[in-house]
T-cell receptor, first 112, second 107 residues
Framework: DSGVTQTPKHLITATGQRVTLRCSPR?????VYWYQQSLDQGLQFLIQ???????AKGNILERFSAQQFPDLHSELNLSSLELGDSALYFC???????????FGPGTRLTVT | GIQVEQSPPDLILQEGANSTLRCNFS?????LQWFHQNPWGQLINLFY???GTKQNGRLSATTVATERYSLLYISSSQTTDSGVYFC?????????FGTGTRLQVFP
């Protein structure tokens, strides 16, 4: 157990819908990262927050957004869902920047 | 952007065999991690290794940052070692993952 929690574990929804994925980092970690793992794109970095502020962005679609709250948990919002958004979404956390990242169990999203 | 290549892409072993997985990266990196993704999809930290050699039980890793590669050694493999092994390098603040090595260990 890495200490990073993610909910829900599984999510099945229809095209055009909106979902929210939640992540709680390890106790004491200030950085939260979101990654997407799909069959055709592999594991890709989406976005990073550090102590409530957005710090880095990767290949995140405009339909996706995220935030980190004062208690340091983070949410990833995915809207206008398409079939191609089906993937495993991971959250990771670390104490600081460029330090060891620990991954949560992931949320498996299926868009039908 | 930085490229991370892993070899071999697939590896089939019998229990008890040893193996070496390789990770090459195209540019200087701040740090490097090795992960094991088990058949249930969970990403498990193996090593956080910017340079040098580390050992943890039957696993060890060596990173030669100046030559831009890292090696993961698995000795006396067990069926529970099956899964996908990823290396990931730090580029500024984010991890760039390789495409992985899929390992299958048979009894």
């Amino acid at each position: 157990d890495s200490g990073v929690t993610q909910t829900p574990k599984h999510l099945i929804t229809a095209t055009g819908q909106r979902v929210t994925l939640r992540c709680s980092p390890r106790s004491g970690d200030l950085s939260v990262y979101w990654y997407q793992q799909s069959l055709d794109q592999g594991l890709q970095f989406l976005i990073q927050y550090y102590n409530g502020e957005e710090r880095a962005k990767g290949n995140i679609l405009e339909r996706f957004s995220a935030q980190q709250f004062p208690d340091l948990h983070s949410e990833l919002n995915l809207s206008s869902l398409e079939l191609g958004d089906s993937a495993l979404y991971f959250c990771a956390s670390s104490v600081g920047i460029s330090l060891e990242q620990y991954f949560g169990p992931g949320t498996r999203l299926t868009v039908t | 952007g930085i490229q991370v290549e892993q070899s071999p892409p697939d590896l089939i072993l019998q229990e008890g065999a040893n193996s070496t997985l390789r990770c090459n990266f195209s540019d200087s990196v701040n740090n490097l991690q090795w992960f094991h993704q088990n058949p249930w999809g969970q990403l498990i930290n193996l090593f956080y290794i910017p340079s040098g050699t580390k050992q943890n039980g039957r696993l060890s890793a060596t990173t030669v940052a100046t030559e831009r590669y890292s090696l993961l050694y698995i000795s006396s493999s067990q069926t529970t070692d099956s899964g996908v092994y990823f290396c990931a390098v730090y580029n500024t603040d984010k991890l760039i993952f390789g495409t992985g090595t899929r390992l299958q260990v048979f009894p």
